[in-house]
């Protein structure tokens, strides 16, 4: 038997369209897309990870399919700059793609270290994907011992 009436405020239709909105962002959630949906959250690119100790900051960037040759790395006062480029060629040697995820293109993440750095010690190094970068800390940016005398 069918009620004429409804007394739920929810719209049918509503609710439908945005379960499956749900379940398709979900299913595609690891996929990279043409160009980014605006549903879709942004990961800065490429991931990296910069600690301190009292010394220096260590930075270690993951650039998979870079070659040191791609990548840029400038410092200029305190803001450190990775950039790199990557080109693909459009067809592999036996034709047209069929499917294509690895795509060409360029990137610049710009870093604000807290304190200046020895920008003439700083030593950058690629290996297996992973770029890591050592930027001495200044002199003045340094921990010193203040000797308290008796007054």
Do not use: Q, Y
Not at 57 to 63: G, N, S
Not at 79 to 95: H, I, P, V
Not at 117 to 142: F, R, Y
């Amino acid at each position: 038997m069918l009620a004429c009436c409804t007394t739920s405020s929810r719209v049918p239709m509503t609710d439908l369209s945005n379960h499956v909105d749900r379940v398709l962002n979900e299913a595609f959630a690891g996929f990279a897309t043409e160009r980014p949906s605006a549903f879709a959250p942004t990961k800065p690119f490429p991931a990296l990870n910069l600690w301190h100790d009292a010394a220096a900051f260590h930075v270690e960037a993951e650039l998979p399919g870079f070659s040191m040759d791609d990548i840029e790395i400038n410092l200029t006062g305190r803001e450190l700059t990775l950039s790199a480029a990557r080109r693909t060629d459009e067809t592999d040697k036996n034709g047209a793609f069929v499917r294509r995820e690895r795509v060409s293109g360029s990137f610049a993440r710009s870093i604000l270290l807290p304190v200046a750095v020895n920008a003439e010690k700083v030593e950058a190094k690629l290996s297996n994907g992973v770029l890591t970068i050592l930027l001495p800390k200044a002199a003045e940016a340094l921990p010193r011992r203040i000797a308290v005398s008796h007054a």
